[in-house]
């Protein structure tokens, strides 16, 4: 399986997350976090500046000269977005193209700065692959790791699935 964005995300975040929405057990529907975010692209679109660039399994929400931008609603997961980001680097890398990563964050609560710079290096692309075999060895389990509860577990749209 190509491993997404948004399961090298989920891996950061929560395993039993990943390990359902890998296989194919989705519930972000009813999310209203997923939908104010596909509400923030659709507003950049009707603006006329959809930026976003679809390469194989990844969406990259913009490129520049030098950056691969990464926009998301807030800082609550600083860390996944910043593997998510290494993801399309090294996407990026395999097709020959070398850029730096860029995330904007367009809410800031946790983080002391918006925008947060990332480059994919020798140490981060070793680390990343390894982050990737774990992945697809998760996702080969019979059945979703054991849920552990976290505070932001209750914002989840897999949290009735979970504990309930």
Same mark, same amino acid.
């Given at each position: 399986?190509? *491993?997404?964005?948004? /399961?090298? !995300?989920?891996?950061? =975040?929560?395993?039993?997350?990943?390990?359902? $929405?890998? %296989?194919?057990? %989705?519930?972000?529907? %009813? !999310?209203?976090?997923?939908?104010?975010?596909? *509400?923030? $692209?659709?507003?950049?679109?009707? +603006?006329?500046?959809?930026?976003?660039?679809?390469?194989? %399994?990844?969406? *990259?929400?913009?490129?520049? &000269?030098?950056?691969? #931008?990464?926009?998301?609603?807030?800082?609550?997961?600083?860390?996944?977005?910043?593997?998510?980001?290494?993801?399309?680097?090294?996407?990026?890398?395999?097709?020959?193209?070398?850029? &730096?990563?860029?995330?904007?964050? =367009?809410? +800031?609560? &946790?983080?002391?700065? &918006?925008? $947060?710079? #990332?480059? /994919?290096?020798?140490?981060?692309?070793?680390? /990343? /692959? @390894?982050?990737? @075999?774990? =992945?697809?060895?998760?996702?080969?389990?019979?059945?979703?790791?054991?849920? +552990?509860?976290?505070? $932001?577990?209750?914002?989840?749209?897999?949290?009735?699935?979970?504990? *309930?």
């Amino acid at each position: 399986m190509d *491993i997404t964005g948004t /399961l090298i !995300s989920y891996y950061f =975040i929560c395993k039993t997350k990943l390990w359902l $929405h890998a %296989n194919r057990i %989705n519930l972000e529907d %009813n !999310s209203e976090d997923v939908r104010i975010g596909k *509400i923030l $692209h659709e507003l950049a679109e009707e +603006k006329g500046k959809k930026t976003e660039i679809s390469i194989d %399994n990844i969406k *990259i929400d913009k490129l520049t &000269k030098d950056y691969l #931008v990464e926009v998301k609603k807030s800082d609550s997961d600083p860390e996944a977005v910043k593997w998510q980001v290494l993801l399309y680097l090294y996407k990026l890398k395999q097709k020959g193209v070398l850029k &730096k990563g860029k995330i904007e964050f =367009i809410e +800031k609560r &946790k983080q002391s700065k &918006k925008v $947060h710079f #990332v480059e /994919l290096d020798e140490a981060n692309e070793k680390e /990343l /692959l @390894e982050v990737l @075999e774990t =992945i697809s060895d998760l996702i080969d389990l019979p059945k979703p790791p054991e849920a +552990k509860f976290e505070r $932001h577990c209750r914002k989840c749209a897999y949290y009735e699935y979970c504990f *309930i």
